[in-house]
C-alpha cells in the first residue's frame, strides 16, 4: 500500500467514527472547504463543507437515524498529481435496508489528504 492509501483509509475510518458517533464537527475537518457530494438515492447534491455538516448535524438528531458505513475497496493515487480517487461500498451499521457502492475523490493539502467530491449509489 502506499502512502496515500494508508492515509486515506485513516481518514475513512475517522470519517466512519465520527458517524457512528454523531460527531458532525468531526467531519468537517475530513472535508475540502469546497466539497460536493451526489447522495445515493435522490442524486441530491451538497455543496460545500459547511452545507456537509449541518446535513449530518441535523442527520444526527433523529433517533432513528442510519449509520452509514463505508468500506473502501480501492485506493487510486495520481502519478501526476496530489489527488487519489477511492472506491468502495457503503451499508447502514443497523440493518440491511440500505447499501451501495461509492467513490471519492481525494486531494492532499497543506499536508492532509480532503474530500474533494463524492457520489453514491443506492442498490438495495
Avoid at 465520527?18 to 469546497?34: E, K, M, S, T, Y
Avoid at 437515524?65 to 493515487?77: K, M, Q, S
Avoid at 468502495?88 to 440491511?96: E, I, K, Q, T
Wanted: with cysteine; hydrophobic share 45%.
Amino acid at each position: 500500500m502506499t502512502n496515500a492509501d494508508l492515509a486515506i483509509r485513516s481518514r475513512r475510518a475517522a470519517f466512519n467514527r465520527a458517524i457512528a458517533h454523531g460527531d458532525a464537527a468531526a467531519i468537517g475537518p475530513i472535508l475540502a472547504r469546497d466539497c460536493v457530494m451526489v447522495t445515493g438515492t435522490d442524486s441530491a447534491v451538497i455543496a460545500g463543507r459547511l452545507a456537509q455538516v449541518k446535513v449530518w448535524r441535523r442527520e444526527f438528531e433523529h433517533i432513528d437515524r442510519l449509520v452509514y458505513v463505508r468500506t473502501t475497496e480501492r485506493v487510486e493515487p495520481s502519478p501526476t498529481e496530489p489527488l487519489a480517487m477511492e472506491y468502495g461500498r457503503w451499508r447502514d451499521a443497523g440493518s440491511p435496508r440500505a447499501f451501495g457502492t461509492y467513490c471519492a475523490k481525494w486531494r492532499l493539502s497543506e499536508g492532509t489528504w480532503v474530500i474533494e467530491a463524492e457520489i453514491f449509489i443506492t442498490l438495495g
